[in-house]
């Protein structure tokens, strides 16, 4: 039997998007519970910002039309601290003012204070030195956000700034998705617990820690069911068990056809599933599916379901595995734009001379000369490569290159937030 060609990673990934649906409910949370949420509607500002014009430096507030000639003398009338509101600028003088202070009316120019100097033996007169231009060091009212105007858009992933953001425009509350909700599990009686004695034969299991920060960076609630023993019984009970209050089971470990993988089986019992081989190394199969929850109200409904993601066991291929295909599922769960993610042409240091006919994900890391160094052991089983790097070079199939030639970089911070 011919065996089905490998989808590529675009195509596996277009699938998983065309099925996921951002979460419905809300909630409105104050601002410091906002961090690392996403926006369900588009917030406005409830002010302008600045809500006057003000000036970006310490120095003196003039007309330009009195310092057309650098090293114009005039009287200081008035002095504007920020928080206060000065007077009428009358021709011929100028106002002492503070970094956020109101401009006063008539003046259209403000002189940092290195620009002047005070007249020997004087006490209300400056010089100006230069000649400023109409405008110069003004921050015009409005010009961030305008009262009615939209400051942040639905589907916006509230980071610090974002936040700023809300706060200038005078939200003191938000309305957000609720946290989408993620249960993990793993399978493989050779793991243990970092911790325990090792078994015979046995490894500790990393992959529990890597996916369950990854699920958490991306502001998810993570439930860890754990790891769970190689038998199809037991794979079942924690499928039906993950189901009950999650958007998504995760799981590790248990997803190629061996006699000891029980995934496949133990979802097609409990719901449905695609077993597919993607055309990308580290990470090739991969299993996406969605398992029934059970429905105690009312038999003749059709029960919901909760969807389903199965990772490779290796280290390097669960995680990229999350990256490239958990990682944008999760978002558009959350309501936020999810697609492949953006790669920078950088500059390759080292040679590649042996093409894959997978699509390659090379572990890299940004040197002093500004190119891309390989780790040396692209095993999928070597997760330091991933800790000593910075990034992904996406290699297409087949694809070679030698030192100096660019190539498809992805940084992880892009990946992991």
């Known amino acids: ?119 020997e033996g004087s006490t209300d007169q400056v010089q100006v030195n230069i000649a400023p231009t109409s405008g110069q060091w003004i921050r015009r009212r409005g010009e961030d956000l305008t009262a009615g105007k939209t400051a942040l858009n639905a589907g916006t992933f509230l980071r610090p700034q974002e936040l700023g953001v809300a706060a200038s425009a005078g939200l003191t509350h938000l309305n957000v998705k609720r946290k989408v909700r993620v249960a993990a599990f793993f399978t493989g009686d050779e793991l243990s617990l970092p911790g325990e ?18 699920i958490t960076s991306l502001g998810c609630d993570a439930t860890d069911f754990g790891i769970v023993p190689d038998s199809l ?58 398992v029934r929850k059970s429905d105690d109200q009312n038999s003749n409904a059709v029960p919901a379901e909760t969807w389903f993601i199965g990772l490779p066991g290796n280290p390097v291929s669960s995680f990229v595995t999350f990256l490239l295909f958990v990682r944008p599922f999760i978002l558009k769960l959350q309501g936020r734009d999810a697609g492949m993610p953006q790669s920078y042409p950088m500059r390759a240091d080292f040679d590649w001379l042996k093409g894959d006919r997978r699509n390659e994900f090379l ?43 660019m190539v498809k970089y992805i940084p992880f911070s892009a990946l992991l937030s």
Request: aromatic share 4%.
């Open 363 to 405: 572990r890299v890391k940004i040197n002093a000369q500004g190119g891309l160094d390989l780790f040396p052991n692209q095993s999928s089983g070597v997760l330091t490569s991933a800790s000593w790097g910075d990034g992904l070079v996406d290699c297409p199939p087949g694809a070679t290159f030698n030192t100096g030639d």
């Open 197 to 214: 004695p090792l078994k015979p034969g046995g490894i500790y299991n990393s992959n529990r820690d890597t996916l369950l920060a990854c």
């Open 233 to 290: 019984e037991a794979t079942k009970e924690t499928l039906r068990k993950a189901s009950k209050d999650h958007d998504l089971i995760i799981t590790s470990g248990g997803v190629s056809v061996g006699e000891e993988d029980h995934i496949k089986p133990a979802v097609t019992a409990e719901g449905r599933l695609d077993l597919w081989q993607i055309g990308i190394k580290p990470g090739k199969p991969l299993a996406f599916g969605a």
């Open 1 to 119: 039997m011919t065996k089905p060609p490998m989808l590529t990673a675009q195509q596996a990934l277009d699938h998983l998007l065309s099925n996921a649906k951002a979460v419905g409910e809300c909630e409105t949370v104050t601002m410091q519970a906002a961090l690392g949420r996403v926006l369900a509607e588009n917030v406005n500002s409830l002010v302008d910002v600045p809500p006057l014009d003000n000036t970006s430096m310490d120095g003196y507030a003039v007309r330009s039309a009195d310092t057309q000639i650098p090293g114009s003398i005039l009287k200081i009338a008035q002095r504007i601290p920020a928080g206060s509101m000065g007077t009428q600028l009358e021709p011929g003088t100028a106002a002492r003012i503070f970094t956020g202070a109101p401009v006063p009316p008539g003046a259209d120019a403000v002189v940092m204070q290195e620009d002047c100097a005070i007249p």
